[in-house]
């Protein structure tokens, strides 16, 4: 039950109501989008609703040749990542970098798609990156400084634009090619370390301080994931951890602010969000608590067999988890760390920044070390069978980039004409994108040359 202290620790509640999306849309035949304060048109973000000026200056910048090229014109398109409710996710490469992206299209005429569609661009556009000065890694022969992100832990927004002729939204965001915390998680548990011994604490004190990272960035800038989970924590092939997948956040417009709606995954809700009740920030702890905790043990730490109820039973009623019921092998600063994000009270829950200072993240993390805690995994050679599949995936890519460019000349030569007008869009050298495109692939850079000296006929 809410006390009237929990009330005043956490503020008023949010009373100003969602705006009727329907209301603030508008579709045109031509492909401007504007919904909310967002505009996107067929060549990218025109306009948002909030940010820096030079950030809506950048994202609405022409050359002196004429209107800069959209990210749409420069993606090809590789083949279909997954599906759900929210759309269809592609993998892409961007040609002038040779970067390879993630691609979500979202039907905006789906009143609800296109709610969680503002949702996830503004928590997105805070880590905004503009495709064509994103390079995937300084290689040898790059001379161009790469764009950094503002928060590494969170998965990087390129750019989004429309698609008229089917009616959709196109969100270009960073390509995490390890899968998710869940698939490592379910891997690790089947392999010979078996339930009980997941990953190591060092490794978990990776995922925990990348998480909390994240987390810190999100509600620095009064931003409520409310769906921390592990198939929302994505790997990339270095071995970083960051959250994504912003549909179902929530704006609260100062750090005293409340949520009130039922949104999010069950399992890993906080006991003031099953209940129905009033939650701020807290509640993301204890899901990246679960999370965490699940990266320890090799399951989710909630009971399922009793379905629904049993899990709101179970929430509610029953003591928090602790690693203590899985065994006395878990050192007493991972306990520690874990009782403090699933506390009842979120009141006792510290903060995401006051976590970072746990002694659990200080014994076992350290940024200066940062690829000696990675996930190990993704640091190992690949497997036979990995490695034959980045050679299939490797000899489609060049067959299909060279249909592209074939096709495309005319836009190739436009873009050397911008690459030398306009500093914001960096030169890329054929060798830069052939290195870039075999440290994503882990194949060996000679090997990749191979497949693209095709490149020399169109750009260069």
């Known amino acids: 039950m809410k006390t009237p202290a929990d009330t005043c620790l956490y503020g008023s509640v949010v009373k100003k109501e969602e705006k009727t999306v329907a209301a603030s849309f508008d579709f045109s035949a031509t492909g401007r989008l504007q919904t909310q304060g967002f505009e996107i048109n067929t060549r990218g973000i025109a306009n948002v609703p909030f940010g820096a000026p030079q950030q809506q200056v950048r994202v609405k910048k022409s050359t002196s040749t004429g209107e800069a090229p959209g990210a749409r014109d420069y993606l090809l398109l590789l083949n279909e990542l997954g599906h759900g409710a929210g759309g269809k996710v592609y993998k892409a490469l961007y040609m002038p970098t040779f970067r390879l992206v993630a691609v979500k ?62 009616g959709s939204v196109s969100i270009v965001l960073e390509y995490m090619d390890g899968g998710s915390l869940e698939d490592y998680v379910q891997s690790a548990n089947e392999g010979d370390k078996g339930e009980g011994s997941c990953l190591s604490e060092k490794e978990i004190a990776n995922v925990a301080a990348c998480g909390l990272k994240g987390l810190a960035f999100l509600h620095e800038h009064h931003q409520l994931h409310r769906d921390i989970k592990l198939s929302n924590m994505l790997i990339n092939y270095q071995g970083q951890v960051k959250i994504s997948d912003f549909g179902i956040s929530r704006d609260l417009e100062s750090t005293l602010a409340k949520a009130t709606t039922f949104t999010g995954t069950l399992l890993y809700m906080a006991p003031e969000r099953i209940s129905g009740g009033m939650y701020s920030y807290p509640s993301d702890i204890w899901s990246f608590g679960l999370a965490v905790m699940a990266c320890a043990i090799g399951k989710l730490p909630v009971p399922t067999k009793d379905g629904y109820w049993g899990v709101v039973h179970a929430v509610q009623e029953q003591p928090s988890p602790s690693l203590a019921d899985y065994g006395n092998h878990f050192s007493p600063e991972l306990c520690d760390f874990l009782d403090q994000c699933l506390q009842k009270n979120p009141m006792y829950r510290p903060p995401a920044a006051r976590l970072l200072e746990h002694p659990f993240i200080k014994k076992n993390y350290s940024p200066r070390e940062h690829a000696s805690v990675r996930l190990s995994r993704d640091q190992q050679p690949l497997s036979a069978k990995a490695l034959d599949r980045s050679r299939q995936e490797l000899h489609v890519i060049a067959d299909k980039a060279q249909t592209w460019c074939r096709d495309h000349a005319d836009s190739l030569r436009q873009l050397s004409t911008i690459n030398a007008s306009d500093e914001s869009f960096q030169y890329v050298s054929n060798r830069s994108k052939v290195e870039a495109l075999s440290k994503q692939l882990r194949l060996p850079v000679d090997e990749v040359a191979s497949y693209f000296a095709f490149l020399d006929e169109y750009c260069e």
């Open 105 to 166: 299209v979202i039907r905006v005429f789906d009143q609800t798609k296109r709610h969680q569609m503002v949702r996830e661009l503004k928590s997105l556009y805070a880590n905004f990156v503009p495709l064509a000065s994103a390079t995937v890694l300084p290689t040898a022969s790059s001379t161009s400084p790469t764009a950094q992100a503002a928060c590494e832990e969170l998965v990087v927004f390129y750019d989004a634009y429309t698609n008229p002729e089917v």
